[in-house]
């Protein structure tokens, strides 16, 4: 039933939405969908609020509800329609409108590239009314909600369709039924809920499934699994388009093309045409995409000229290859964030653009990646496939974030590279490296990771900062090595002097000093043990070297050598697990730095990043003081820049980095 209709019999609606925040006029409806109706249409809990409790009592700009419990106490009467399920009449009305519309529909997927595709065929249209998605709402919901919105009846409308729409749980492609149907690529997305690339490619191809009978399927023939991708696309159409940007076959022919500052140009032929145009991006995935974009408007009735004209103007996501030029106090600095999301193919597209655009700054080139997500078991595989990318780069560094680039950062060759376990750790380097006429590429998935944060906080701290890296061999420098102190009162413990303290920074960790404190918290026999064959043995430090267990234990706190920690190490843990549950919980319960300890010794390692400062050796002292100044009243570790705890008397000194 309708209920309160009464003067609005006539009122024309041309728009749908189910979320409260959109509506702002009265040719609007509304979707109210319930909670129960979501958790059984997704299959768990929705984040959205019930439609019901969304509506505000005073709401008025709104022209239609469609709900399924009448909502009380309107301070504007508006036409309620009733109905069993809120989400089957979605769908219900989806159908019906598309049934109408006569326009042509353009459905898109991929593991990548879908979003940047979909709204370059937008800007090409721009001259026309143009219906697609919004932001990159493309799951199952949001497509049914979108065929409703045909109701405005567009000149075209363009659909980007995730996994999520074409999946076991329904085919929207087959309601849908689009007139072109054009997949991206495949990639290893999706691998921790799907078992392979294959199975992959089988699900994106389910596009092809609704076409009309006259549909054309646009295929990048250039991705992995492009003939599982055109075999299913010839269950459905005979019109099938490809193009490869690599290996130049396909339906259309790649004359050429060239990345510039800032921007592509590219020339293309179908047949005797030539069709020249620029690309305001310079990515070889956008100049890929574009060429499916190509294919797309040739079959639309539009003077491609005119609308391959407009890409000149293209702009993608904010953080998709968006470049941003910085100034800080004393340089500028340009930055290339790609932090919207990653795949495999996604990053190393960004590897590529960014070595592009080397050649046209003279400052630091610099690449920072975190990791890649949703992989699954699959995921060290294939970030050891960023190896060559990342050896063959232009980067003069490059910076790693996240446990699951540690087999990068190990693997690589000739390349200054490093690990970070801590993302503010990277972002206080970068800043250093960041010298004049830089270029850094920020490259990295936007889930279960902080590298976004990076990139979010790097051009507002680099407008603050004025000091430049000017050591050639990082990290090793003064700047990463501050000297610092702190004077602590023997009467009450508390901090009577600093120097340089904010700024006390390390390139060594601290694991010899918990070994240390954890070692003397057990009774371990005193027994002779040989030295074991570690990595760092040399000289007195060899093979089958005899030490007390006592003599290891104290070594500690006097410069101890690697081969005695790694030793020491060897007589404290079973295993590495075991090893990492205590350091974990020294640094949780002391509240330490969470790059204090990166490396077993503790020593510097170009490839793994580690620094600490006065202030961790300071709750370490506050706790465990009779033990660090059980050896001769001081605590010394360190290799070529020293650090400690010395008791003088009337007060102790905690200082870091003293090079002396």
Same mark, same amino acid.
């Given at each position: 039933?309708?209920?309160?209709?009464?003067?609005k019999?006539?009122?024309?609606i041309?728009?749908?939405?189910y979320?409260?925040i959109?509506? &702002?006029?009265?040719?609007t409806?509304f979707?109210s969908?319930?909670? &129960?109706?979501?958790?059984?249409f997704l299959?768990?809990k929705?984040k959205l609020?019930?439609g019901n409790?969304q509506i505000?009592?005073?709401?008025?700009?709104i022209g239609?509800?469609?709900?399924?419990?009448?909502i009380?106490?309107?301070?504007?009467?508006i036409?309620?329609?009733?109905?069993e399920?809120?989400?089957e009449?979605?769908?219900?009305?989806?159908?019906?409108?598309?049934?109408?519309?006569?326009?042509?529909?353009?459905?898109?997927?991929?593991?990548?590239?879908k979003?940047?595709?979909r709204?370059?065929?937008?800007q090409?249209?721009k001259?026309y009314?143009?219906?697609?998605?919004?932001?990159? @709402?493309?799951?199952?919901?949001?497509v049914?909600?979108?065929?409703?919105?045909?109701? @405005?009846?567009?000149?075209f409308?363009i659909?980007?369709?995730s996994l999520?729409?074409?999946n076991n749980r329904?085919?929207?492609?087959l309601?849908?039924?689009?007139?072109?149907?054009?997949?991206?690529?495949?990639?290893?997305a999706?691998l921790?809920?799907?078992?392979?690339e294959?199975?992959?490619a089988?699900?994106?191809?389910?596009?092809?499934?609704?076409?009309?009978?006259? +549909?054309?399927a646009?295929i990048?023939?250039?991705?992995?699994?492009?003939d599982?991708?055109?075999?299913?696309?010839?269950k459905?159409?005979?019109?099938?388009?490809?193009y490869?940007?690599?290996?130049?076959?396909?339906t259309i022919?790649?004359v050429?093309?060239s990345?510039?500052?800032?921007?592509a140009?590219?020339k %293309?032929?179908v047949?005797?045409?030539n069709?020249?145009?620029?690309l305001s991006?310079?990515?070889l995935g956008?100049?890929e995409?574009?060429i499916?974009?190509?294919?797309?408007?040739m079959n639309?009735?539009?003077?491609?000229?005119?609308?391959?004209?407009?890409?000149?103007?293209?702009?993608?996501?904010?953080?998709v %290859?968006?470049?941003?030029?910085v100034?800080?106090?004393n340089n500028?600095?340009t930055?290339?964030?790609?932090?919207?999301n990653?795949? %495999?193919?996604?990053?190393?597209?960004?590897?590529?653009?960014?070595n592009?655009?080397?050649k046209?700054?003279?400052?630091?080139?610099i690449?920072a990646?975190g990791?890649? @997500?949703d992989?699954?078991?699959?995921s060290k595989?294939?970030?050891?496939? %960023?190896?060559k990318?990342?050896?063959?780069?232009?980067?003069?560094?490059v910076?790693?974030?996240?446990?699951?680039?540690?087999?990068?950062?190990?693997?690589?060759?000739?390349?200054?590279?490093?690990?970070y376990n801590a993302?503010d750790?990277?972002?206080?380097?970068?800043l250093?490296?960041?010298?004049?006429d @830089?270029?850094?590429?920020?490259?990295?998935?936007?889930?279960d990771?902080?590298?976004?944060?990076?990139?979010?906080?790097?051009p507002i701290?680099?407008k603050?900062?004025?000091?430049d890296?000017?050591?050639?061999?990082?990290?090793? +420098?003064?700047?990463?090595?501050?000297?610092?102190?702190?004077?602590?009162s023997n009467?009450?413990?508390?901090?009577?002097e600093?120097?340089?303290?904010e700024n006390?920074?390390t390139i060594?960790?601290?694991?010899?000093?918990?070994?240390?404190i954890y070692?003397?918290?057990k009774?371990?026999?005193?027994?002779?043990?040989?030295?074991k064959k570690w990595?760092?043995?040399?000289?007195?430090?060899?093979?089958?070297?005899?030490?007390?267990?006592?003599?290891?234990?104290?070594a500690?706190s006097?410069?101890p050598?690697?081969?005695?920690?790694?030793q020491?190490?060897?007589?404290?843990?079973d295993?590495?697990?075991?090893?990492?549950?205590?350091?974990?919980?020294?640094?949780?319960?002391?509240n330490?730095?969470k790059?204090?300890v990166?490396?077993?010794?503790g020593r510097?390692r170009?490839?793994e990043?580690?620094?600490?400062t006065?202030?961790?050796?300071?709750?370490?002292y506050?706790?465990?003081?009779?033990i660090?100044?059980?050896n001769d009243?001081?605590?010394?570790?360190?290799?070529?820049?020293?650090?400690?705890?010395?008791?003088?008397?009337?007060y102790?000194l905690?200082?870091?980095?003293?090079i002396s």
């Amino acid at each position: 039933p309708i209920l309160d209709p009464s003067g609005k019999e006539e009122q024309i609606i041309t728009n749908f939405e189910y979320q409260a925040i959109h509506l &702002n006029n009265t040719e609007t409806a509304f979707f109210s969908i319930s909670s &129960n109706s979501w958790s059984n249409f997704l299959g768990r809990k929705s984040k959205l609020t019930d439609g019901n409790k969304q509506i505000n009592k005073n709401i008025k700009n709104i022209g239609l509800i469609i709900t399924e419990e009448y909502i009380e106490g309107l301070n504007f009467k508006i036409p309620q329609i009733i109905v069993e399920n809120s989400i089957e009449a979605l769908k219900t009305l989806a159908v019906t409108i598309r049934e109408n519309y006569k326009n042509p529909i353009i459905a898109i997927t991929g593991s990548m590239g879908k979003s940047s595709t979909r709204l370059m065929v937008a800007q090409a249209l721009k001259n026309y009314k143009v219906l697609e998605n919004r932001a990159n @709402s493309n799951t199952r919901s949001a497509v049914l909600l979108q065929m409703c919105k045909l109701a @405005s009846n567009p000149d075209f409308a363009i659909f980007e369709v995730s996994l999520n729409a074409l999946n076991n749980r329904g085919n929207f492609s087959l309601i849908l039924k689009p007139d072109i149907a054009i997949v991206t690529g495949i990639g290893s997305a999706h691998l921790s809920t799907i078992g392979s690339e294959v199975d992959i490619a089988n699900f994106k191809s389910r596009i092809f499934y609704g076409l009309k009978d006259s +549909g054309i399927a646009i295929i990048n023939q250039g991705t992995m699994h492009s003939d599982i991708l055109i075999v299913n696309a010839q269950k459905a159409t005979d019109n099938i388009m490809t193009y490869d940007l690599e290996q130049n076959k396909g339906t259309i022919e790649i004359v050429g093309y060239s990345i510039k500052k800032g921007y592509a140009d590219i020339k %293309l032929k179908v047949k005797e045409e030539n069709i020249n145009y620029e690309l305001s991006s310079l990515s070889l995935g956008m100049i890929e995409n574009s060429i499916a974009v190509v294919l797309c408007l040739m079959n639309l009735k539009v003077d491609l000229s005119s609308c391959l004209n407009h890409l000149k103007e293209f702009k993608s996501f904010k953080k998709v %290859l968006e470049i941003k030029e910085v100034e800080s106090q004393n340089n500028t600095i340009t930055l290339i964030d790609d932090t919207h999301n990653a795949s %495999l193919p996604a990053m190393i597209n960004a590897i590529e653009a960014f070595n592009s655009q080397c050649k046209y700054f003279s400052g630091n080139k610099i690449i920072a990646i975190g990791k890649i @997500s949703d992989l699954g078991a699959q995921s060290k595989e294939i970030h050891k496939k %960023l190896i060559k990318y990342i050896e063959e780069s232009k980067a003069d560094y490059v910076l790693c974030l996240d446990d699951e680039t540690r087999v990068i950062v190990n693997n690589t060759k000739n390349k200054n590279i490093t690990w970070y376990n801590a993302p503010d750790l990277l972002l206080k380097d970068l800043l250093y490296m960041a010298n004049k006429d @830089s270029l850094i590429l920020l490259k990295s998935s936007v889930t279960d990771t902080q590298f976004p944060k990076i990139a979010q906080k790097l051009p507002i701290e680099l407008k603050k900062f004025n000091t430049d890296l000017s050591e050639n061999d990082y990290p090793t +420098g003064k700047k990463f090595n501050q000297y610092a102190y702190l004077k602590i009162s023997n009467k009450t413990d508390q901090i009577v002097e600093t120097y340089n303290a904010e700024n006390s920074s390390t390139i060594s960790g601290i694991a010899s000093v918990l070994y240390y404190i954890y070692a003397k918290g057990k009774n371990i026999e005193n027994k002779n043990v040989q030295l074991k064959k570690w990595a760092t043995n040399k000289g007195r430090y060899i093979e089958g070297a005899s030490f007390s267990v006592n003599d290891v234990i104290n070594a500690m706190s006097d410069s101890p050598h690697p081969s005695l920690i790694y030793q020491l190490s060897d007589l404290l843990f079973d295993k590495e697990k075991d090893r990492l549950k205590v350091i974990n919980e020294f640094v949780h319960n002391y509240n330490l730095s969470k790059s204090a300890v990166v490396n077993l010794t503790g020593r510097y390692r170009k490839k793994e990043r580690q620094s600490f400062t006065v202030y961790d050796l300071y709750n370490l002292y506050i706790k465990h003081k009779d033990i660090l100044l059980s050896n001769d009243h001081k605590f010394v570790f360190g290799d070529q820049y020293k650090h400690g705890i010395i008791n003088k008397g009337d007060y102790t000194l905690i200082y870091t980095s003293d090079i002396s």
